[in-house]
């Protein structure tokens, strides 16, 4: 297993800039945003349509000493704004391409929500079965319009040699286990999780049950943690919609690695990868308020690379 980073929290700087600064971190493997919301600060679709940006991209990651752990365009293609889905599904759509071209095995993407019927105008989360009319709103989605966009796009990344991995993120249709399984049996084999586990911590769901759970449908896993404070769960429950920037006053808030859970559980954590059968990266990604990039990164850096053995194991003696 390898500990990667995923570069939007370092989009200020130029892509030489960032492969020198994570070489020093002792990191060799990037994930890259293609569009949609993590942007496209050190990797642009354009390359699609040109072999010489194309090449000498791959020879500026090879030359630095990385590999290209997963293609990002985390969006909304199932927005009820037409325009807005057509621009993230088309994005998501590049990405894979662009993906098969650089021989990157992943892209990492949200499921996506659409609104509560065809005259929508913005994405409805569903999140309890009563009133009645939240299930009518839930089945709607599911059969008229999350199927029929991720049978076509679960078929599209398969014939192209590249897998899906769905962050499992509230606000989104997908956002557990049980959901991201659901749209796996709709878009199949190429369609699997982004296990996050800062996304399931809050919602009071083990990530390394979850694990066990998802068995291979583990594509790709960031590393991300969330702290629970229980001096403001009373007040709000985890439901809390206050701004991510009043760490004061929210019931929980993602923390870089380490801050919500520490080594013992990310050693777990990783043990329970391997066992079912994920050896890929784990992909820091930085959104702790409380510190700079250049902190969060540092330090996350350091834990995992403490904790991660970057060969593949051999079959033991008494095997």
């Not at 980073?5 to 293609?34: I, N, W």
């Not at 354009?46 to 030359?63: G, H, Q, T, V, W």
């Not at 777990?268 to 990868?273: A, G, R």
């Amino acid at each position: 297993m390898k500990v990667g980073v995923f570069t939007p929290l370092l989009s200020a700087l130029p892509l030489d800039q960032v492969l020198k600064k994570l070489s020093a971190l002792g990191l060799d493997t990037v994930e890259f945003g293609t569009g949609n919301y993590p942007g496209d600060a050190h990797c642009k679709l354009s390359m699609l349509d040109n072999p010489a940006e194309l090449a000498a991209f791959k020879s500026r990651i090879a030359d630095a000493g990385f590999t290209i752990s997963a293609l990002s365009s985390h969006g909304n293609p199932l927005h009820p704004d037409a325009a807005t889905a057509q621009k993230f599904a088309e994005t998501s759509k590049k990405t894979i391409l662009l993906a098969e071209k650089l021989g990157v095995d992943t892209v990492i993407d949200f499921s996506g929500c659409p609104g509560d019927s065809p005259g929508a105008k913005f994405p409805n989360w569903v999140t309890c079965p009563w009133p009645p009319e939240y299930l009518e709103i839930l089945e709607w989605q599911w059969d008229k319009v999350v199927t029929p966009y991720w049978k076509a796009h679960g078929r599209f990344a398969a014939d192209h040699g590249v897998k899906i991995g769905i962050e499992m993120h509230p606000g989104f249709v997908v956002y557990n286990p049980e959901t991201m399984l659901r749209l796996r049996a709709i878009g199949g084999a190429a369609v699997g999780a982004n296990l996050d586990p800062s996304h399931l911590f809050w919602q009071g769901i083990d990530p390394i049950q979850a694990v066990r759970l998802l068995g291979d449908a583990v594509h790709y896993a960031h590393a991300k943690d969330t702290q629970l404070y229980a001096a403001n769960l009373p007040m709000t429950g985890v439901l809390d919609t206050k701004s991510y920037l009043k760490e004061r006053e929210r019931s929980w808030m993602f923390r870089t690695v380490g801050y919500g859970h520490g080594a013992e559980w990310w050693s777990e954590f990783i043990s329970t990868l391997r066992m079912y059968g994920y050896d890929k990266v784990l992909s820091i990604e930085h959104e702790d308020s409380l510190m700079s990039p250049d902190e969060g990164l540092t330090k996350a850096a350091a834990l995992l690379n403490r904790l991660v053995i970057r060969d593949t194991p051999q079959a033991a003696w008494w095997v």
